[in-house]
């Protein structure tokens, strides 16, 4: 009986073991393992040199919180979260930087740079410049107020870039649902996702040429279903984007609190208040109502919503990664190693 227990809290303690193994990974499209705490060992300073970098950064811009997650964003939606959009054009590679989505628009690469900088002052060679905007877009979010999560690591740097890919594959501002629904599919995103990861706009700013065509446009579905209720706000970003006016002027994407990471972003979907064609389309197009049922959920939860933000991050930040002996860890983030 001694030896029968024995054996009975030796497979319990087992089974705990590879219970919590398992729950500390998160698998890419191939089955190969991002993991938590992948660099304990070879850089056990990562986390907090990049946390102090972002939060110097974000100190100093506090429009650069929004910019640290879009860029993972933009990265991970064009060819997967391999750090493709760090490139610059050189050699054969045609940079993403100079693809419509990115262009005069994308900004934080300065930030990247000066953690790789440090980082390769502490552990030369280890650290991917993926895992690097994977660790910032969490610290910029938390930064702002919002949730902090895992990021599983283990990333390594694409050999190539996609401008093709970026025009083809990013979101565009005035992006139907349909279309929106699609680009997510596309890698391997569902309805949730696009609403938990659309409330990211809840922080930044937007250029004039994104949101000039729905402030004018009077003949849209969502300006008549709408006309009585945002005329004043239509009114305030007509004075920041006059008609003949400069592309380049900036405006909040949520006027209530543009620097706050928060669920209000969802507040102003649903009385039309968002600055973008593809914001205010999840409740004006979604003519069966499922994902308004989201949006209704995360505005009057923001519990909820951070929850499911986190989950959708996770799972974005899985998209087609390079592990084991793809790709490489470049020493510059703007060039492949030579």
């Known amino acids: 009986m001694a030896f029968t227990g024995r054996v009975s809290i030796f497979i319990t303690v087992l089974v705990v073991l590879i219970f919590h193994g398992v729950r500390s990974l998160s698998y890419d499209d191939d089955g190969l393992p991002l993991v938590l705490g992948y660099y304990k060992q070879t850089c056990p300073l990562l986390e907090k040199i990049v946390l102090r970098q972002v939060q110097v950064a974000v100190f100093r811009d506090p429009r650069m919180a929004a910019s640290l997650l879009r860029l993972h964003f933009h990265d991970c939606f064009v060819t997967g979260c391999d750090a493709s959009v760090l490139l610059d054009s050189y050699g054969g590679i045609v940079s993403e930087k100079q693809a419509g989505p990115n262009i005069d628009s994308l900004r934080g ?157 969802f507040h102003n979907i649903i009385r039309g208040e968002g600055l973008l064609i593809s914001d205010n389309v999840l409740v004006n197009e979604d003519f069966e109502g499922e994902i308004k049922k989201y949006v209704w959920t995360y505005a009057f939860n923001q519990e909820l919503f951070f929850a499911a933000f986190v989950d959708s991050m996770v799972k974005m930040g899985n998209i087609n990664v390079l592990t084991g002996e793809e790709g490489e860890i470049r020493r510059d983030c703007r060039f492949v190693n030579t």
């Open 109 to 265: 690469f300065e930030v990247i740079d000066e953690i790789k900088y440090i980082l390769e002052e502490a552990c030369p060679y280890t650290v991917s410049c993926a895992d690097i905007l994977a660790l910032a877009a969490r610290d910029a979010v938390a930064s702002r107020g919002g949730p902090r999560w895992n990021v599983y690591l283990g990333r390594r740097d694409s050999l190539k870039a996609s401008f093709n890919g970026s025009n083809q594959y990013i979101p565009a501002p005035n992006s139907s649902l349909e279309t929106l629904i699609a680009n997510f599919r596309q890698q391997g995103l569902d309805i949730k996702d696009l609403v938990a990861l659309s409330g990211s706009h809840t922080m930044g700013e937007a250029r004039c040429l994104s949101f000039r065509q729905r402030v004018y446009d009077q003949n849209t579905e969502e300006h008549l279903y709408h006309r009585k209720r945002n005329t004043e706000f239509r009114r305030i970003l007509r004075s920041i984007c006059p008609k003949s006016g400069r592309d380049s002027e900036l405006a909040p994407l949520d006027l209530m609190t543009p620097a706050r990471f928060d669920n209000h972003y």
